[in-house]
Nanobody, 121 residues
Framework: QVQLTESGGGLVQAGGSLRLSCAAS????????MGWFRQAPGKDRELVAF????????FYGDFVKDRFIISRDNAKNTVDLQMNNLRPDDTAVYYC??????????????WGQGTQVTVSS
């Protein structure tokens, strides 16, 4: 089974930055799309960012407002989320997800356990 392990979460002041990383155990990592989702208290889970298997296509949630960047390194089986200019409403649990095709995230093939990001005023 595929295992996804997130790291990089924590507490940061508003305006600061964090870089989340997700490491995948599968040998065929490079053929699957990857994404980051988040879920805040009282809100539904939402898509933060998407990246296709070859890294050539990316999409972001409108709320990101050009603050986040998703990237992947298929040689290392990792996908990262660089988060800049963080705001208190970015506070959420962030989940790494692996899709089932080169360009889709649903249905998900695997989910990480999540990493908490807390942005204080």
């Amino acid at each position: 089974q595929v295992q996804l392990t997130e790291s990089g979460g924590g507490l940061v002041q508003a305006g600061g930055s964090l870089r989340l990383s997700c490491a995948a155990s599968d040998r065929t990592f490079s053929i699957y799309a990857m994404g980051w989702f988040r879920q805040a208290p009282g809100k539904d889970r939402e898509l933060v960012a998407f990246i296709s298997a070859n890294g050539q296509m990316t999409f972001y949630g409108d709320f990101v407002k050009d603050r986040f960047i998703i990237s992947r390194d298929n040689a290392k089986n990792t996908v990262d989320l660089q988060m800049n200019n963080l705001r208190p409403d970015d506070t959420a649990v962030y989940y790494c997800s692996q899709g089932s095709t080169v360009a889709t995230l649903s249905p998900a093939r695997a989910w990480g356990q999540g990493t908490q990001v807390t942005v204080s005023s």
